[in-house]
Nanobody, 116 residues
Framework: QVQLVESGGGLVQPGGSLRLSCAASGNIFSTDVMGWYRQAPGKQREFVARISGGGTTYYEDSVKGRFTMSRDVAKNTMFLQMNSLKPEDTAVYYC??????????WGQGTQVTVSS
């Protein structure tokens, strides 16, 4: 079993920054696929970013150039650095990872609110 614990959400003004963290424990591998999704009120959960086992990152178009995903393999932790935040980035953010694809395991979610 795998546990994912997120932290770092909160309230930020438009143009501000937040850094989300997701610490993993349990039966994990350094080559797991890792990623972030988000779900805004009344909308479906949507893909935000992922990092492959080899370290290649991929982003949803609306966050390219603003969000950066990274990982610390030694600490079993993934990060999502979010800059130039917009009100439309407001959502619950979920981390996820899996042996070969995203969605095998999910974090509990952390709220990000972008508002003045």
């Amino acid at each position: 079993q795998v546990q994912l614990v997120e932290s770092g959400g909160g309230l930020v003004q438009p143009g501000g920054s937040l850094r989300l963290s997701c610490a993993a424990s349990g039966n994990i591998f350094s080559t797991d696929v890792m990623g972030w999704y988000r779900q805004a009120p009344g909308k479906q959960r949507e893909f935000v970013a992922r990092i492959s086992g080899g370290g290649t990152t991929y982003y949803e178009d609306s966050v390219k150039g603003r969000f950066t995903m990274s990982r610390d393999v030694a600490k079993n932790t993934m990060f999502l650095q979010m800059n130039s935040l917009k009100p439309e980035d407001t959502a619950v953010y979920y981390c996820t990872r899996g042996r070969y694809s995203l969605g095998q395991y999910w974090g509990q979610g952390t709220q990000v609110t972008v508002s003045s």
